[in-house]
């Protein structure tokens, strides 16, 4: 098996341009999960789905990759909404005052096989930085059959001390150490650029005719 995953990763890289590529994360494709224990009894979990990020990823050296991404803390849900509405007052991320999570990368170092990789950085959270290792697997990296872009992805998984960024309300009932699970898909970043720009082209043009199609009609009412 991991013979046959390095193989695949060795595949991909030949077949990508040898020198550093940057990525944006696709927001459609890109989201974390958090589970903590509650009160030993079950282990819940809350989602954040705004994550925005840049990757820059050398095929012919992954140990030279940086990444950067801001987590929007204010739509992070557990499906509760009297959780969530704790989730965001001044007992837990207070995100009126701390509205983003951000994370750069400081270190990417070989993992236990070729597509496992420890990326070390810092984390910044309710207005503290406190240094993080992540533990990433390297799902693909290849051309988006959908869009023809080169793309990368890759999960990460981490535990933390939420009381390490001032966040230990209700311990030990709720568990301080919480468990942290990213996926992400990232495209070459210009091309990405060029569709996002398209389509917002598009929705311009659409918006222009629709709003020339309500002035015609207003017109032949007042007829």
């Not at 650029?193 to 043009?205: E, H, M």
């Amino acid at each position: 098996m991991i013979r046959y995953i390095a193989a695949a990763v060795a595949f991909a890289l030949v077949n990508l341009p040898l020198h550093a590529t940057t990525y944006t994360f696709e927001p459609q494709h890109t989201e974390g999960i958090v589970r903590w224990s509650h009160l030993g009894f079950a282990n819940p979990t809350a989602q954040f789905s705004r994550v925005e990020g840049t990757l820059n990823f050398d095929a012919a050296d992954p140990t030279r990759a940086s990444v950067t991404a801001t987590i929007a803390l204010a739509n992070m849900s557990s499906g509760v909404p009297d959780l969530d509405d704790n989730f965001h007052s001044v007992d837990f991320f207070d995100t009126a005052k701390f509205p983003t999570a951000m994370f750069k990368s400081t270190k990417v170092a070989p993992g236990g096989a070729a597509d496992k990789f420890v990326v070390t950085g810092n984390l910044s959270v309710h207005g503290v930085t406190r240094p993080v290792t992540l533990d990433v697997t390297l799902n693909k990296i290849g051309l988006d059959v959908r869009n023809n872009l080169p793309s990368i992805g890759f999960d990460a998984t981490t535990t933390l001390k939420r009381s390490d960024f001032g966040l230990g309300a209700y311990v030990p009932q709720v568990s301080d150490e919480v468990s942290i699970h990213i996926t992400v898909q990232a495209d070459e970043a210009k091309g990405y650029a060029k569709i996002l720009r398209a389509d917002a082209d598009a929705a311009a043009a659409d918006a222009k005719a629709a709003a020339q199609r309500a002035s015609q009609a207003e017109a032949a009412a007042k007829q």
